[in-house]
């Protein structure tokens, strides 16, 4: 359900303001970011966004888990302070049919709660600081501020980074077809800043609703210990800015909790009747069906199997972000554009289970280590969903963009056709330690023609980043 904030809730806030300005006068200041874009652009963003996420995930659609988790939500827009209030916002609270625990909210208002999250949870103050630290996000504008380091990528296409990046985790690479490192994530990190933030106003807005703030803390303890057991799904898109337990706990001291809200009795209810229903199914178990579904599919962009064009003596220029430019030839066409990579390849060789001929461009965040190490990680991630890729050598040093970056050869079988494929993977690093990914993908008998390609398209690379 969508809501606007209405003008009682603004009344209300106010009171709750006045009512805490001696109560909560060492509570820590938070100051939102710098943001290049207006608040209804937040809005545009989160909406188109928000229906990638219905589309693409399976949602809960339980009434009455839906209503109870509204409630929280409601109760928790209540009291989100003045200065930080943005009429045009519509917030809205849906719960997605998934076992990971995770849990994200977009820019403008969206936010989504795993099933899994509230099944892990003990207590409903657990899942309200859960969704306090989505809505401290959302308020502070965190998603927009990131994208105002890539200002000049055009509204639209920021809405497919924003998913990719705030997402994250494996949902987040179901969403970004099947890689969650892209051009995304070189603009949107969430960083240790961002988070300190969101788990500081989150636990002030959880005392002002009536919530133990040390909840939220003993949540993200769960979190944890139960992402040491099933992956760190919510803890891969919200790093931990240093001691977060003990800060969010040394802020509740701080805070006086204003009633008492949460009701043990409608909590145990709700996790009952989730434990009853059939058993949600993991991210990459909807990654799998969506893969099978796609394969079903004809392998081109005009919808028909049959030979694709070799690539064409022409060349055409294309920035796929501020940071860069690249020539590919005249008869490959941009695809993807609004999601977390780009991808260029000629009409036959891309379909929505994936591409057998052209390049994906892509930045995957560094950790400041050597080229090589880096590119090592890189290729580790992309063999954890892609079994069959097999390294056929070393590195070899090559040029890109004027800086001295590595390219290696594997091989794979196209997830599109079955059969074998040879894949080039180049590296440079960008200013920022980030790594500036080239893939390059063509059949195995047509490896020899393409490889040509790629190399020029190396050369071509001009990079712009500082």
Do not use: C
Not at 90 to 106: H, K
Not at 219 to 247: C, D, K, Y
Not at 403 to 431: F, H, I, K, M, P
């Amino acid at each position: 359900m969508n809501h606007q904030t209405q003008p009682w809730r603004v009344v209300s806030a106010a009171l709750v303001a006045l009512t805490l300005a001696g109560s909560a006068a060492a509570q820590t200041k938070i100051t939102p970011p710098k943001n290049s874009y207006k608040p209804q652009q937040d809005v545009e963003v989160g909406q188109q966004a928000a229906r990638e996420v219905r589309q693409q995930l399976p949602m809960l659609d339980d009434s009455r888990t839906e209503d109870y988790v509204e409630d929280i939500g409601e109760r928790l827009i209540g009291v989100i302070p003045g200065e930080l209030r943005q009429p045009a916002f519509r917030y809205s609270f849906d719960v997605v049919n998934l076992r990971d625990i995770n849990a994200f909210a977009l820019p403008g208002g969206p936010m989504f709660l795993n099933r899994g999250m509230i099944q892990a949870a003990s207590s409903e103050a657990e899942v309200a600081g859960v969704m306090a630290h989505e809505l401290a996000h959302v308020v502070l504008r965190h998603g927009t501020a990131q994208a105002t380091k890539g200002q000049k990528f055009q509204i639209g296409a920021i809405a497919g980074q924003i998913l990719g990046a705030i997402v994250g985790g494996r949902t987040g690479s179901v969403i970004a077809q099947g890689s969650e490192i892209g051009l995304g994530t070189y603009f949107l990190k969430y960083g240790r800043e961002y988070e300190r933030q969101a788990d500081l106003l989150g636990a002030q807005m959880m005392a002002r609703a009536g919530y133990n703030p040390r909840a939220m803390a003993s949540m993200f303890q769960t979190i944890e210990r139960e992402g040491r057991n099933r992956g760190p799904e919510w803890l891969s898109s919200h790093p931990n800015p240093g001691n977060r337990v003990e800060a969010i706990n040394r802020e509740a001291a701080m805070l006086r909790v204003e009633g008492s809200n949460g009701s043990n009795g409608e909590f145990q209810s709700i996790s009952a009747r989730l434990d009853q229903m059939p058993a949600a199914p993991t991210t990459q178990e909807v990654a799998r069906r969506q893969a099978g579904q796609q394969r079903r599919e004809p392998v081109g962009t005009n919808g028909n199997a049959g030979p694709v064009e070799p690539p064409s003596g022409q060349w055409r220029t294309y920035q796929p972000g501020d940071f860069m430019r690249l020539s590919v030839p005249q008869n490959w066409q941009q695809i993807g554009g609004e999601s977390s990579v780009v991808t260029y390849a000629p009409r036959g060789g891309y379909s929505s289970a994936g591409f057998t001929h052209g390049l994906q461009v892509g930045v995957s965040r560094g950790s400041g280590d050597n080229l090589q190490q880096e590119t090592d990680r890189l290729l580790q991630g992309f063999a954890q969903n892609n079994p069959n890729l097999r390294r056929q050598g070393g590195y070899s040093r090559t040029s890109i963009g004027g800086r001295q970056g590595l390219t290696t050869t594997l091989t794979n079988v196209s997830d599109a056709t079955g059969e074998r494929e040879a894949v080039d993977v180049s590296t440079v690093q960008l200013r920022d330690g980030s790594v500036l990914f080239l893939i390059g993908v063509a059949p195995s008998d047509e490896a020899g023609t393409y490889r040509n390609t790629f190399g020029r398209i190396r050369q071509s690379v001009q990079l712009a980043d500082r």
